[in-house]
């Protein structure tokens, strides 16, 4: 495996493709998501990954663009085909970002989760997930697509609120090892969800409430018709559903873009 001049070395494919349910890599991609999902109807089996060394036109919630530079991120996609009812699909990217959030931890980042599925360290995103359901005539899967900073220094992050593993750790980190963590964590939370019923479904509830900085926080929740929602996070309910106390009442959130608001000093 070769270096090049940047520094940043590429994944390790050997290593990847010898994991248990190995990992495809690809060296562009205009989006990963838009390989997986094209795999998944050409009848791709549950827990395929794709990851790619440089993604040209990724895009994130609310087709946002993100764009970093070759071999500096985690940008890769996975297909998940669940059993589980599809009442219970709002859970995937929480699931996600759970798992993206332990795998950090365990590397030494100190991430939390900003609801619905932003990872943060401290206020500083450093990671995004998009899902996509896919219609294919093996049924509807989930493309879950997964953006995490890795090597950026501060100037080629997209924006001053962003951060990077390497920034946290204050040193460079192996991508090849990230990836089989978070990769590791993603299957092992789809598999308790997917086998626990109600208990697994509660268990995912209560790990998610607790790695998720949103609680107990004044947010205001941009929602999908324009409309915005002020008041206090207080909760996340038994579908996902973002519980918000204000004057009116309390209500739940099923999608918007929250912003934490600072308080009054």
């Given at each position: 495996m070769t270096t090049p001049p940047d520094g940043r070395p590429p994944l390790d494919v050997a290593r990847l493709a010898a994991a248990e349910g190995s990992v495809e890599v690809?060296?562009?991609a205009t989006s990963t998501n838009a390989v997986v999902a094209e795999r998944a109807r050409e009848g791709a089996a549950d827990g395929l990954v794709v990851v790619a060394e440089e993604q040209t036109a990724g895009r994130g919630r609310l087709d946002r663009t993100w764009e970093v530079p070759p071999r500096a991120a985690l940008t890769f996609s996975v297909l998940l085909r669940p059993t589980a009812p599809p009442a219970r699909w709002p859970w995937l990217p929480l699931l996600t970002g759970r798992a993206v959030a332990t795998a950090l931890r365990a590397a030494g980042v100190e991430a939390g989760l900003k609801w619905p599925n932003d990872v943060l360290v401290g206020d500083r995103k450093i990671a995004g997930i998009l899902l996509e359901r896919?219609?294919?005539p093996q049924g509807p899967a989930a493309v879950v697509g997964i953006g995490l900073n890795v090597a950026q220094d501060a100037p080629e992050l997209p924006v001053a609120t962003a951060?990077?593993?390497?920034?946290?750790?204050?040193r460079g980190a192996d991508r090849?090892?990230?990836?089989?963590?978070?990769v590791a964590a993603l299957r092992g939370g789809y598999?308790?969800?997917q086998a626990g019923g109600d208990a697994g479904a509660e268990r995912l509830r209560a790990a998610y409430a607790a790695d998720c900085v949103t609680l107990g926080r004044d947010v205001r929740v941009e929602l999908p018709g324009g409309d915005a929602l002020t008041g206090r996070a207080v909760g996340v309910d038994a579908g996902g559903r973002l519980v918000v106390e204000h004057a009116g009442g309390s209500t739940a959130v099923a999608a918007g873009d929250v912003v934490h608001v600072r308080a009054q000093q």
């Open positions: 690809v060296a562009t896919v219609e294919t951060t990077s593993v390497a920034l946290e750790l204050g090849t090892d990230l990836l089989l963590g978070l598999a308790d969800w």
